[in-house]
């Protein structure tokens, strides 16, 4: 009667293990959505993000901090790290403000030149306000592009 009882425990026990495994491995090889599939929670021009911003900031983080944003301007830069990442950076040129968006495919923006009016669809990860109040800068991630248009 005893060894009976240890055998469904240990089935259990073996069961259970499975269950984790599986639930683990699943976990650990989960892909992120890409962001051009998923819709945006808000859209709004690069200026009015950064102002929302610098206006308040504990508001526009409680409103756009880890949401999907589609968001439209000029291109002042496009940046390229030393890594191969990618980086647009959407402002207006008189500003030293700016809406940095790190791209999620990097051949994506080969093309796009400086003075380019385009949507960009990413992310909000955070804002960098500079200490001096020269600029800041709102950070977008894994973002792609939506559509461009020529000035």
């Not at 901090?65 to 301007?73: D, N, P, Q, T, Y």
């Not at 003075?115 to 800041?136: F, Q």
Request: glycine fraction near 8%; charged fraction near 20%.
């Amino acid at each position: 009667m005893l060894q009976h009882k240890l055998s469904k425990y240990l089935l259990v026990a073996v069961l259970l293990l499975m269950a984790g495994g599986i639930y683990v491995y699943r976990e650990y090889n989960r892909k992120t959505p890409d962001t051009s599939e998923l819709a945006a929670a808000y859209e709004l021009t690069g200026v009015q993000l950064i102002q929302a911003f610098q206006s308040g900031e504990a508001n526009a983080n409680t409103l756009y901090l880890g949401k999907v944003l589609a968001v439209s301007g000029t291109i002042k830069s496009v940046e390229r790290d030393s890594s191969g990442n990618q980086t647009l950076v959407l402002g207006d040129a008189a500003s030293m403000s700016s809406v940095r968006c790190i791209m999620e495919k990097t051949s994506a923006v080969a093309s796009y030149a400086e003075g380019k009016i385009i949507t960009i669809k990413g992310v909000c990860t955070g804002y960098n306000a500079d200490d001096m109040g020269l600029g800041a800068d709102v950070i977008l991630n894994r973002c792609s592009v939506q559509n461009s248009v020529k000035p």
